[in-house]
């Protein structure tokens, strides 16, 4: 998130909605799969790192949610929330979203944090509750 002008900007908040379950991500043919063809021509092995590896990453499954509310026509409350895709318990499917753990949400507030600072917003400490509330009135 960086803050243009007194108003909240956000990147890339993440997959709010990911299903994986029952595809095939292997490609049709070498170029496809990014394999080194010239190598491949050769008779060496030209093995890729799949683009499909980031899916076993855990902030491949993480993001959050936006809520802002406003107040005549002017931003008054921003709200964010960590969510979850990796699934939990029985009856859960990885790729739909939760709301993330006490332990999960610190984790994803505080890259969250990491990340807005690199586009020059600090956001100070993260908050220990499961959510984190903009000072509107202190970035107008």
Do not use: C, H
């Amino acid at each position: 998130m960086e803050i243009f002008r007194g108003v909240p900007i956000f990147y890339s908040l993440g997959n709010f909605l990911y299903q994986t379950n029952g595809l095939d991500f292997r490609a049709a043919d070498q170029f496809d799969a990014g394999n080194n063809l010239y190598t491949a021509a050769l008779g060496a092995s030209a093995d890729a790192t799949s683009p499909f590896t980031q899916l076993d990453r855990d902030w491949w499954w993480e993001g959050i949610v936006v809520v802002a509310g406003s107040d005549a026509g002017m931003l008054s409350d921003v709200k964010i929330y960590p969510v979850t895709l990796k699934g939990g318990g029985e009856g859960t499917q990885k790729g739909l979203p939760r709301l993330a753990t006490a332990s999960e949400a610190d984790t994803i507030l505080r890259q969250f944090s990491a990340l807005s600072r690199q586009l020059g917003t600090d956001l100070g400490a993260v908050p220990s509750r499961p959510f984190l509330q903009l000072p509107i009135p202190e970035i107008r």
